[in-house]
């Protein structure tokens, strides 16, 4: 027997329009003046059914259809506690879906942050109302699997700024994953109020080159660089920034396929009047590899009154620790802790922060490395594998802005 087609909402519209149009004749012929039938008791008792239905009951399905047929509200997107800036983040958490906002977001224009899948491990995160040439972005995988992702670009198209994400696993195949994605867009220099300066590298293979473009920030005023030592080994300097002690690095590789970049170490450099910062770069099995990449320098958190926390992870092998140095900081104003609970397995409490949401950031340190975030609201927990894939103890550097 073939199926009924389902009725839209103009139909059954239409269908109550006629049984209220009926039952209002039916009632005029009652009412009108002139000689008429005597009606029966049962009859009386139908029309005054049929009255009550269209005086009381009509209406209330009419108004429960037009409900149901309205468009589903558009949820607030709250705006990054952060001025003068353009910034947003999402915790992409629905890897194989084709398209969706994030329940998980922030966007300093106050505008909805959308994640479309374009591919096998292929996103593209729009950042709504956010476009303008240059800036900083960061990924990290958010993933129970071994996972590497990377950005390959981030541009701006109309009002809007696009950020594409590549991950891929071990094998350098692409493959799905969550992440976690941040952009992050200051100018002119200075405007925030703190400390902070980034840049992408340009050119991987140049022996040095100076980063003088809408893709370099520097709080201080000074020139940002890069110098190229090896295949996959670089320093870059950040100008008029000797002075600094303490603060956090975080590198992701702006790469099409499976890279691994990572902070080997940073220093002030007070002779030079620059601060300086180690950068590595490996393919997904751990050899060198030249490649390009963006680093962010930040002391705290990189503008005043953002709640956030970094903490750099120095004692792999150890149960349970305290970071400290002046390499950690919160805003909560209380200390981090770090447990592990077996290889390469660790949980990280920021106490006196929320984390309910948030922009989770992990680069590996002094390590060839790569690390996920199992789960970055609440309880962050981090998984960190060697090149083989094995879990493996490692250092890294955990990076949290609200």
Same mark, same amino acid.
């Given at each position: ?31 009108? #003046? ?12 139908? /029309? ?17 259809? =037009? ?46 942050? =959308? ?25 990290? #995988? ?9 950005? #390959? ?45 980034? /840049? ?7 022996? *040095? ?31 008029? /920034? ?27 450099? #007070?002779?030079?009047? +620059? ?91 002094? *390590? ?19 090149? *083989? ?7 890294? /550097?955990?990076? +949290?802005?609200?």
């Amino acid at each position: 027997m073939p199926l009924t087609p389902a009725r839209g909402v103009a139909d059954w519209r239409e269908r109550l329009d006629r049984v209220g149009g009926r039952a209002m004749t039916v009632v005029g012929d009652w009412l009108s #003046p002139g000689e008429r039938v005597s009606r029966s008791e049962p009859r009386i008792s139908a /029309l005054v059914a049929v009255v009550a239905v269209a005086g009381g009951v009509l209406p209330i399905l009419v108004m429960a259809v =037009t409900w149901a047929a309205k468009p589903d509200p558009v949820a607030h997107v709250p705006a990054c506690r952060v001025a003068h800036e353009m910034t947003g983040y999402v915790l992409a958490d629905r890897p194989a879906e084709d398209r969706y906002q994030p329940d998980r977001q922030c966007n300093s224009a106050d505008a909805p942050n =959308t994640v479309e899948r374009t591919g096998t491990g292929r996103y593209l995160v729009v950042f709504g109302k956010l476009g303008r040439d240059g800036g900083v972005a960061a990924v990290t #995988p958010v993933t129970g699997d071994d996972r590497i992702c990377t950005l #390959p670009d981030w541009r701006p198209e109309g009002d809007d700024e696009l950020v594409q994400v590549d991950c891929f696993d071990r094998s350098g195949a692409a493959a799905d994953s969550g992440f976690t994605a941040h952009f992050w867009n200051v100018s002119p220099a200075g405007e925030t109020g703190g400390t902070a300066a980034y /840049l992408r590298l340009g050119d991987p293979g140049r022996t *040095s080159q100076t980063v003088e473009d809408a893709y370099s920030h520097n709080s201080a005023g000074g020139a940002n660089s890069a110098g190229r030592e090896d295949v996959g080994s670089y320093v870059v300097y950040f100008g008029g /920034l000797e002075a600094v002690e303490g603060g956090t690095v975080r590198v992701t590789p702006v790469a099409d396929a499976a890279t691994v970049c990572g902070v080997e170490r940073w220093f002030a450099y #007070p002779e030079g009047r +620059y601060l300086a910062a180690r950068v590595r770069c490996r393919d997904a099995g751990g050899q060198p590899v030249d490649a390009r990449f963006a680093v962010t320098f930040t002391l705290g958190v990189g503008a005043p009154g953002v709640a956030g926390a970094h903490v750099l992870a120095d004692r792999p092998a150890e149960a349970s620790y305290t970071p400290e140095g002046v390499a950690q900081f919160s805003s909560g104003g209380r200390a981090a802790a770090v447990t592990r609970s077996e290889p390469g397995e660790y949980r990280v409490e920021l106490p006196g922060l929320a984390l309910k949401s948030g922009n989770l950031q992990v680069t590996a340190y002094d *390590s060839a490395a790569s690390c996920v975030a199992r789960t970055a609201i609440a309880d962050v927990r981090i998984t960190c594998r060697d090149p *083989s894939g094995a879990a493996a103890d490692t250092k890294f /550097l955990l990076t +949290y802005w609200d």
